[in-house]
Structure formats: structure tokens, C-alpha cells
């Protein structure tokens, strides 16, 4: 079975932080995909990578950046966390082929304070 | 622009009776693939069933089949002999074959919230 890693389930950070969110997989997979997800908005692309060092803007990418220096891991980055980025953070990964499905981690909820 | 409505943001159903998730899409494309997710309350996100949209015939996964309509851009998700473990959100989701480059975006419906009661 695919295994899609976030480094933390719950995480509180201050207004201002640097914050890092840490995403690995373990299949091999070239696709790797940010979201946020809030009530009633559903899931939102904030970036996707399709390759090392590849990435893509999502719908949200507003205050946000990404990382990817290795196949296997993903990481988001708040460059200065605000309270409006409080919110469940998923990650996940995918083969390139077309209709290939994504695979989630457990997600990452975020409380900026 | 490809949308993904879910009519329904909340269902309930008793214990070992049927209930239909609605899910319609807006494409002007002829090839693509539509996905059901379901995601359990504090849990992660898994695929329920995929469908291509050149296949005629209906995916089925256990007790989750799907009623795709490619006319009428109609998608939705049948749950049989519902079980407390099915209580989740349920999500839509609609990929398109990519422009250029490799592009795998979904395009997310809203959800629908089902509680499967005893």
C-alpha cells in the first residue's frame, strides 16, 4: 500500500513564524499535491510538484512556497504564518499517468496563534 | 472552467439501508475521469471508486457503485447495505486529461456529509 507521511497531526505556531510542513511517500510516486481544506470550501490546491524541483501554483498559493529537493518529500513552507492560514493541511502523491488516483496522508492541522 | 457540484452537504441513512450521493460536473471535455473519496472524521482521505468516462459500464467496488450519467454530466455514488463505518465526508473529485505537460489536477466538489445511523 502507498504510504503518504505528514511529519505532524496537530501543530500550533505564533503569527510571524516560519513554519514547515513535511510531506513523505514512499512509492516513488512524481506527483506530489498540497491542499488545505476548511469547512465548507472543501479542498483547495495550494501547489503540486510533477519532478524534483518541479512545481506548479495551485488555485491558493498566496503566502505559501514549496520545497522539493527529493522525489520522496514535499514541504510546504508559511513564510510568515498568519492567523487566516489556520486550517487542516493534506498532502498527497500520485503516479503522472492520466486517471492515475491520489494517495493522502493523515493531514496536518494548523493553529496560527 | 470545470466545476464539481454536490447537491447534498449533509445525509444520513440507517444501518443496512441504501443511500445515493448526488455528484454533477461541467466539462466540455470528451475524455476524463471522475473519483469518489471518502473521508472518516479525523481520518485520511481514501479512494472509494474510479470511473473513466470513455467506459460505459457503471464501477462498482463492493458495496459502492456509481451511476454515471456522460450525458447528463451526472456521477453519483451508491452505498448499499450502509455500515457505521461508512459515516464520512464523501468528495467528488473530476480530472481532465492535461493540456500540456504533466498535469494531474482534481477538481474538488464540496462534500457531502453522510451519518450511517444505528
Known amino acids: 500500500d502507498v504510504k503518504v507521511t505528514q511529519s505532524s497531526r496537530y501543530l500550533v505556531k505564533r503569527t510571524g513564524e516560519k513554519v514547515f510542513l513535511e510531506c513523505v511517500q514512499d512509492?516513488?510516486?512524481?506527483?506530489m499535491f498540497w491542499y488545505r481544506q476548511d469547512p465548507g470550501l472543501g479542498l483547495r490546491l495550494i501547489y503540486f510538484?510533477?519532478?524534483?524541483?518541479?512545481?506548479e501554483k495551485g488555485d491558493i498559493p498566496e503566502g505559501y512556497s514549496v520545497s522539493r529537493e527529493k522525489k520522496e518529500r514535499f514541504s510546504l513552507i508559511l513564510e510568515s504564518a498568519s492567523t487566516n492560514q489556520t486550517s487542516m493541511y493534506l498532502c498527497a502523491s500520485s503516479r503522472p499517468w492520466i486517471g492515475q488516483p491520489q494517495h493522502f496522508g493523515d493531514g496536518t492541522r494548523l493553529s496560527i496563534l | 472552467a470545470q466545476t464539481v457540484t454536490q447537491s447534498q452537504p449533509e445525509m444520513s441513512v440507517q444501518e443496512a439501508e441504501t443511500v445515493t450521493l448526488s455528484c454533477t460536473y461541467d466539462t466540455s471535455e470528451n475524455n476524463y475521469y471522475l473519483f469518489w473519496y471518502k473521508q472518516p472524521p479525523s481520518r485520511q482521505m481514501i479512494l472509494v471508486i474510479r470511473q473513466e468516462a470513455y467506459k460505459q459500464q457503471n464501477a462498482t467496488e463492493n458495496r459502492f457503485s456509481v451511476n454515471f450519467q456522460k450525458a447528463a454530466k451526472s456521477f453519483s455514488l451508491k452505498i448499499s447495505d450502509s455500515q457505521l463505518g461508512d459515516t464520512a465526508m464523501y468528495f467528488c473529485a473530476f480530472m481532465k486529461p492535461p493540456n500540456a505537460g504533466n498535469n494531474r489536477k482534481l477538481i474538488w466538489g464540496l462534500g457531502t456529509s453522510l451519518a450511517v445511523n444505528p
Open positions: 510538484s510533477y519532478d524534483v524541483k518541479m512545481k
Open positions: 512509492m516513488d510516486h512524481e506527483n
